[in-house]
């Protein structure tokens, strides 16, 4: 049975010519006693909860304190992780236009390379067009020199046949 304050200033007492009943004042005393000490042993229980309560809160505090700080540490990583990926992939597209613009300079080179090895193919062919030209036209005069002195060799057998015969006239007379 638990005592509260208000049934101890309530208790009364049968009164005795010579004061309070004392078997019911040791009762209800015994009652007190046994009530105070389920109070103490509770409050003594009640202080050991809050103690472990109170540890507990703190270490969720220094768990909380620890779990920010690891997150604000992951975010400050996470952001610079992003920032070295955008970094990186600025570099490798700002290398990959430097090789195209290359690969481009040296494809228009090779261009006017190959334009100007045509040209150049061109003119030889022009050249050697000509020279073999004028070679045959060379070769054509020769042949029609070598037509007009055939015809002359004949005519100069003529004349020396006219010299070696004494009965020709002409003959004589280049002696």
């Known amino acids: ?27 209800f005393l015994e009652l007190v006693a046994d009530e105070l000490e389920n109070l103490h042993r509770q409050n003594q229980e009640l202080k050991e909860t809050l103690a472990r309560t109170r540890a507990a809160l703190e270490e969720m505090r220094g768990r909380e304190l620890t779990l920010k700080e690891t997150l604000l540490t992951t975010q400050r990583v996470t952001d610079e992780l992003k920032a070295n990926a955008r970094r990186e992939a600025e570099l490798l597209l700002e290398g990959a236009q430097l090789q195209a613009a290359k690969i481009v300079r ?63 006239p002409t003959a004589a007379g280049d002696e």
Do not use: C, W
């Open 106 to 168: 040296d494809a228009e080179e090779r261009r006017i390379q190959l334009i100007n090895e045509i040209q150049e193919v061109k003119r030889q062919k022009i050249s050697f067009e000509t020279g073999v030209r004028a070679m045959v036209e060379s070769h054509l005069r020769l042949l029609d020199m070598d037509a007009v002195s055939i015809g002359f060799g004949r005519l100069d057998e003529r004349l020396l046949e006219q010299r070696s015969d004494p009965a020709h």
């Open 1 to 27: 049975m638990s005592i509260t304050p208000i049934d101890i200033q309530q208790q009364q007492f049968r009164t005795r010519p010579l004061g309070y009943e004392k078997s019911a004042v040791d009762r």
